[in-house]
């Protein structure tokens, strides 16, 4: 069946620091990929997403790459902000078939 | 680990029928759920909050008249389509909300239920 592998946190990191949360999946056929942010209280908010191998999802500063070689769709970003401090989880959709990963909680200090 | 589970998994209604859908954490007190609905391909969309016994908090533009929830436990939310047409066709999501050690609460998700209004 399908699943979602993500890094376990808490990752903790300083302001500016660059960040890569993995992901990876398996998957019987083609799944959509999509990286969900958790704020305190809050339900998940779309941060990207791919659709098809080879596609790359950014939005706000983060990007992720649909890596079928390698069923991999880890998430990146060049320098973080305090106000990235959230969860993060890892999904795929197929059909009706949703998986979530464990969640990544990370915490951005000043 | 946790578990949330949804009820029932598929349903198909007719159009102008009310269809109610469960969701219940087994083996933990949710202090928080959350509903969420998935058009095929698409990204989740969060409709409301719920916590128990207390109003939900609809987002913006769903309609809390048509989507119906009630929370009237830590173990079970349940959503209410009301008079469904259909467009209201779709893959409905819950999530429970587990208040965690040091204070920091844990999502689990539930399976999903496909609602199919003909």
């Known amino acids: 069946g399908n699943s979602v592998t993500q890094m376990e946190g808490p990752v903790t990191l300083s302001e500016e620091a660059f960040l890569t949360i993995n992901c990876t999946y398996t998957?019987?056929?083609?799944?959509?990929l999509f990286w969900y942010v958790q704020y305190p209280g809050e339900g998940l908010q779309l941060l990207l997403k791919?659709?098809?191998?080879?596609d790359k999802g950014s939005n706000k500063g983060f990007e992720a790459t649909y890596r079928k070689e390698t069923t991999s769709f880890h998430l990146e970003k060049g320098s973080v902000q305090v106000s990235d401090s959230a969860v993060y989880f890892c999904?795929?959709?197929?059909?009706?078939?949703?998986?979530f990963g464990a969640g990544t909680r990370l915490t951005v200090k000043p | 680990g946790a578990v949330v589970s949804q009820h029932p998994s598929r349903v198909i209604c007719k159009s102008g029928t009310s269809v109610k859908i469960e969701c219940r954490s087994l083996?933990?007190?949710?202090?928080?759920m959350f509903w969420y609905r998935q058009f095929p391909k698409q990204s989740l969309m969060l409709m409301a909050t719920?916590?128990?016994?207390?109003?939900?908090?609809?987002e913006q533009g769903v309609e809390k008249d048509k989507f119906l929830i009630n929370h009237a436990s830590l173990t079970l939310s349940t959503l209410t389509v009301t008079s469904a047409h259909p467009e209201d066709s779709s893959f409905y999501i819950c999530?429970?909300?587990?208040?965690?050690?040091?204070?920091?609460?844990?999502?689990?998700f539930g399976p999903g239920t496909r609602l199919t209004v003909l």
């Open positions: 999530s429970a909300s587990r208040l965690a050690t040091g204070g920091r609460d844990t999502q689990y």
């Open positions: 998957a019987t056929g083609y799944p959509s």
């Open positions: 791919a659709t098809k191998a080879d």
């Open positions: 999904a795929l959709s197929e059909g009706d078939d949703m998986r």
């Open positions: 083996d933990f007190q949710a202090t928080t």
């Open positions: 719920s916590n128990e016994g207390s109003k939900a908090t609809y």
